[in-house]
């Protein structure tokens, strides 16, 4: 890499903050015009002083809030539809809040027309922005030339995933780390970035150091005793530094915030979203005459069962003799309303109810099916760390991960809510959610599972093919 590309790697934040400030100055300016035009003279109070640059800030602030906890400034970082649909969601939500700060204001209902243009003109900032920053962010930073130091044969999967982002990563070779640390420290020096992914412990310092040392980007993929690690406390009492892991999920008082929190939303959620669940349970009743809810054993903190609810969205008797059988895409057993509701996640709205009982919370890792618990722990003990909080109607890895995510991914992404949980972090992953039902990656069935085994399995077979070859065989 070439210092040039050093030196503009290292200004990525610099530029991603000279775009956001343009914007954001762009949508509050919007507002400003929009408020001060549209509405007649004596609907608000006379502001003397700065008065009206005030409130204008504070729509900027409350922007720039939303805008962050989406993720809407991640340009090039997140697809170009993820970051425009992300920052429609904020703007949407700024000035619905901003609507009803100017109704306090003017001590009166105030018609919204005005308001609604502005979020049009928003939309198409928004648009133009998410369009132009990712192409600058594009242009700028190609895609990288990475090596992949792996261990086990289901590290190629994050191979395959890596590339369906061909515009930020390009991985041009593997190497097991069965080659020696040594091999891998002269591949090294003819690539951009290193990914080490599933390697032994020895084997990640040697050559995590070596890049630290050399100033080499590398990624890599976290072990569990990581995240556990992560989520320490420092204790710096002595000349050698300590962390604390206590390993005991969330404490008294934040499990105290936590159920005074899903006890306030949900019942907020249960009012606004009342039409919603009646006009499913119509639709589901009528299509088939069939039971509006399904019900299923799963599993919530310290292993404990609960029957779970969720609006039936597949035919009456869909699963055999009780057995799971996941349901893929073109599934000819999911109904027609209930294609809609699983791509929109209509279907999980009940659950609203579990959490007012107490046997689930808005936010934790996804409760999972007894018997999966089971299967699930048989192979990976460490599994059972999930059971340390409430299970969730969202969390990490709803937002991040797919249907097929494996089970060990899942493992990681809940353990780092765990190990990581505060209230704002809640909030957040609360306003994700929103994002997250637009996205169609998300709902990526278990047939792109068995499509990417198979895509490893070239993968390897290739990679075998060209060793054979290579040492003259």
């Keep these: 890499m070439t210092h ?74 997140l697809k170009t539809t993820d970051v425009l649909v992300s920052q429609w969601i904020a703007v949407l939500m700024a000035n619905f809040i901003t609507y009803w700060q100017l109704c306090l204001i003017a001590n009166v209902m105030i018609t919204p027309v005005p308001m609604l243009i502005l979020t049009a003109l928003d939309f198409t900032v928004c648009a133009v922005c998410s369009y132009v920053y990712s192409h600058i962010y594009h242009y700028i930073y190609v895609p990288k030339n990475m090596l992949m130091v792996y261990g ?15 515009d930020k990563y390009n991985i041009t070779k593997l190497i097991h780390e069965s080659a020696g640390v040594e091999a891998v420290c002269r591949e090294i020096g003819n690539f951009d970035a290193v990914i080490l992914t599933d390697i032994t412990a020895e084997n990640r310092n040697d050559i995590l150091k070596y890049c630290y040392q050399h100033e080499v980007r590398t990624y890599v993929a976290p072990k569990l005793s990581d995240i556990i690690f992560d989520g320490g406390r420092d204790i710096t009492l002595f000349d050698t530094p300590l962390r604390l892991v206590k390993g005991k999920g969330l404490t008294p008082m ?182 997250v039902m637009f996205s169609k990656d998300s709902t990526e069935g278990f047939d792109k599972a068995e499509e990417l085994e198979a895509m490893k399995r070239q993968v390897l077979t290739q990679m075998e093919e060209d060793s054979m070859v290579g040492s003259g065989k």
Excluded at 20 to 48: H, Q
Excluded at 152 to 166: N, Q, S, T, V
């Design 254 to 435: 934040q499990r105290l915030c936590k159920r005074l929190m899903d006890i306030a939303l949900s019942l907020i959620a249960v009012v606004v979203a009342l039409p919603i669940l009646l006009i499913v349970s119509v639709a589901i009743k009528l299509e088939d005459g069939g039971p509006v809810f399904y019900k299923q054993k799963r599993a919530t903190i310290g292993g404990k069962e609960f029957n779970i609810l969720k609006f039936r969205s597949m035919i009456v008797d869909a699963e055999k003799d009780g057995k799971s059988i996941p349901a893929i895409d073109g599934d000819p057993r999911i109904t027609k309303v209930g294609k809609i509701i699983r791509a929109t996640r209509i279907d999980e709205l009940p659950q609203l109810l579990n959490i007012l009982k107490g046997d689930m919370s808005i936010v934790g890792p996804r409760p999972e099916r007894v018997e999966h618990v089971e299967e699930y722990t048989r192979e990976l003990p460490e599994f059972a760390y999930r059971l340390k909080v409430k299970g969730g109607l969202t969390g990490y890895a709803q937002i991040y991960g797919k249907y097929n995510t494996s089970a060990y991914d899942k493992l990681r992404l809940d353990l780092m809510y765990i190990e990581n949980y505060t209230f704002m972090l809640d909030i957040k992953l609360i306003l994700m959610t929103v994002r």
């Design 152 to 166: 086990r044969e289901d590290a190629i999967l994050l191979k395959l995933k890596m590339d369906a982002r061909f």
């Design 4 to 77: 040039k590309k050093k030196d503009l790697h290292g200004l990525k934040g610099l530029i991603r903050g000279a775009e956001g400030i343009l914007e954001i100055a762009v949508l509050t300016l919007l507002y400003y015009y929009i408020w001060r035009s549209s509405y007649p003279e004596g609907t608000f109070p006379t502001y003397y002083g700065l008065g009206k640059y005030v409130l204008s800030g504070v729509y900027g602030l409350l922007t720039v809030v939303l805008l962050w906890n989406f993720e809407g400034f991640k340009f090039g970082y």
